[in-house]
């Protein structure tokens, strides 16, 4: 069945099939590892954002309970770190603190200087007094909470802050 075609250029356009599966498994080589890092990066990203919206969450939830008296800075460690341990994070791997932030309330602080978190001191906040400021911090570096401990993070730490002024 010819259809109307010479049969000379049925024969060369097997010849061509049969040159272009070679290309066709070269191509394939080459963009196949590219489409794997592709994806996997994407899942990597997708994790970090993840962990950091839970680091959020349990922030925000420490610093609602913190606000309240009667309620002490552990209390707001541990209330933290169950809700991360829920979520699937090892609650070792997250540094959390309650800041002292009253340097914040200092009308003679330069607001183009603001002090760095690392500078502000530890606070129990069963001792704090009515509208006392203070900072709940959560951070985890990401090797410990990635899937696949990609390289081109290093040594990336995810930070989450909530601020919150006590009852």
Known sequence: MSHGIPSSLRTRRRGKRSDRRGVTMTEFAIVLPVFILFVLGMIEFGRAFMVTQMLNAA??????????????????????????SAGGINPSDVRIQVLDASVFDDTNQDPDDPPD???????????????????????????????????????????????????
Not at 61 to 68: F, N, T, W
Not at 140 to 151: A, E, Q, T
């Open 59 to 84: 922030t925000r939830m420490g610093a609602r309970q913190g606000s309240l008296d009667g309620v002490s800075s552990n209390d707001v460690v541990t209330i933290a770190k169950d809700f991360l």
């Open 117 to 167: 978190l690392e500078d502000l001191d530890d606070m129990e906040l069963a001792d704090a007094g009515q509208r006392d400021l203070a900072i709940i911090l959560a951070e985890v570096d990401y090797d410990d909470v990635s899937l696949f401990s990609p390289w081109w993070l290093g040594s990336a730490t995810l930070r989450s802050t909530a601020v919150l002024r006590h009852e």
